[in-house]
């Protein structure tokens, strides 16, 4: 799908700046029916490669979740991949009201611990901290 293959393309050249700590809204471009990773498996991969080797984390953005998407950005099965290569996890609601802050964490955070090796992180003046939770 060409419009996902820019978009990618531009995410990779924004990790590259190294002005950025987390890769956010990675597959925001989504439509339910052009599933990302069956079009463009390559160009995620890439910015999974490119985010890791920038030493970033990836956001989990369950506001998809409140859309008519009703997926998560990205898609679990782009954090499951995440995870595999050693990038932190960051869980986020995205809120822009107060009732969706921590919208959907805990059956996020219940999925999350089913993918081995997964390291969840936070940040303090720009600095990583990442945590292996404790189920």
Do not use: C
């Not at 920038?54 to 953005?61: D, H, P, Q």
């Not at 369950?62 to 997926?71: A, F, N, P, V, W």
């Not at 107060?98 to 936070?122: C, E, I, K, W």
């Amino acid at each position: 799908h060409q419009k996902y293959t820019e978009y990618f393309s531009t995410m990779v050249k924004g990790i590259k700046t190294g002005l950025f700590d987390m890769v956010a809204h990675l597959d925001i471009v989504k439509r339910p029916d052009h599933p990302v990773l069956d079009t463009n498996e390559e160009d995620v991969e890439l910015v999974l490669e490119s985010a890791k080797e920038a030493g970033m984390s990836i956001e989990l953005n369950t506001s998809g979740l409140r859309k008519d998407i009703k997926q998560t950005y990205p898609s679990l099965a782009i954090i499951k991949r995440a995870v595999a290569y050693g990038i932190p996890i960051v869980l986020s609601s995205d809120a822009h009201r107060t009732m969706h802050v921590g919208y959907q964490f805990d059956p996020s955070l219940n999925r999350l611990f089913g993918f081995p090796g997964l390291q969840l992180a936070q940040y303090r003046q720009r600095n990583l901290i990442t945590k292996i939770p404790q189920q």
